[in-house]
């Protein structure tokens, strides 16, 4: 195995957010689930813009928030997702490269437009998100570079891939590749909806040595393993005898790896405004840690740290110098 | 090794406790510090006496409190402790047979009375506690029957018995019966402060094969291990290769125990109106599932909901029937 070009890869949706608070009502009307992410087409998407109140655009999709991160921490990062080339794409190009993120993926020059999210953000910090896939759902095999994926040392999917069909298809390519170079592939569930939508096949697929390093928070896990209960989809994830990032919000996260299990504090902001990219932050962190030789306990100590950072303002990227921030603190 | 008598035996000491509401602002004046216990003579405990509101006197003592709620929810359960032969003592001696322990201690006919603790209660539910030990100083080897102590599944003992200097006689003689006799020794830290005051001592007697299960809060496992992060206290709990239960309060508790690690949610009442015995009660509901085979994670759920019918009211002891409680619960 030759030395690692970048620490780690990124495979998602490239997706510009479009962040305006709401309040509950709103969610009720919409017929939104507080918290989860909803698929809609582009027709509902717009419909739904003009309901919206003035919101700010910021890049997001939840592994490129977490590359993005790395890249802050001082990683080695790559991306690769689909845009289009319109004004969205360009902003999407723009913002994940002026972070130092490699970004090389082609705009498509047809189909359609690049990736919106719309962003409801509650008074309690909480999101929900509906997602006009848009550019995304073209995302296949043939935009998994086998030598860009060797190059890396861990390369990171987010569960959300499973959701249009081309992108089940790259996951599996990335899979392959990675680990015939004898690299490591990470993934996160994204959200307990898509989890439902797809659990037989995460199942099978974190069963059968796909995943190497798993992130998921509680409702994800629990709907991963039909349990209500967080201790009972504890034990089988460590069963599953990977390395395990369980999150929990307030309540901090548990780490699994080899014999190790770690409850690790969460690191809360003085005042939490938007959860939105929080999760994906404390996969920047974590990943970063791990590919940094920091150990369980300091890796998911410093995605803590990442995540307080996007906890404490509106948008799902870190908005200060990550590197400084974690300083001496993890 | 016959058939043990008893569940468990608790060894600790013998109190009545006032309990009071108070404000921070006496706690100040007083010079206590919020959720300790200090040890005080009879004069101060007259003089505290005084000046606190009027309150109400209930049985307590931490380990008679956890031997009350073992034998609440159905199981064997007895009790050395001692009392003065006045009326405080009669109340104790009352109210613990009353609930179906075994308490054969002779009272004392002379020497200091029966011990009381002031427990002022604020309105965030804490509990500080200042004691007056009286007859409890008496507690010595000679009160500890090993006859009794090899007829219990497991022993019980009060990090509290640490203080009096006879305490530690007959702590490390209950120890040494238990062991002799196949038994399994239980220890609550019981306190931060009076971890700070025996550290050594007590790293010592664990880090020796002296205890078998282990108690602590998050406070109490921190102090012993000097360290302010719960998982550096946790990593270190677990070298020291015993069954553990650590309890955070609302953050719910993680247990450990062979290669086991749980992590268990707070059951948390409707409303919390004073953690007098919160801790007690949960090592009722643990040691209960112990002796009962429900294995750790069940045990612990059971420890969370017998700490949060405590949680639910003034004083340190149930007021259901704990066994009605719980059913179908844990």
Redo the contacts between chains.
Sequence with gaps: MTASRFDVLGIGNAIVDVLSPADDAFLDREGLVKGSMTLIDAAAAEALYGRMAAGVEASGGSAANTLAGIAGLGGAAAFVGRVRDDALGKVFAHDIRAVGVSFESAAASEGPGTARCLVMVTPDAQRTMATYLGACVGLGPDDVDPGLVASAEITYLEGYLWDPENGKAAFRKAITCAHEAGRRVALSLSDAFCVHRWRAEFLDLVSAGGVDILFANEGEISALFETG????A??AT?ALGITAALTRSE??S?ILGG?E?????AAVPEKVIDSTGAGDLYAAGFLFGLTHDLGL?RSARLGSLCAAEVLSHYGPRPQVNLADFVVGRY
Tied chains: 1, 2.
């Design positions: 209960d967080f201790d009972t504890l034990q460590r309540k901090g548990v014999d299990v770690h409850v690790i504090d306990a």
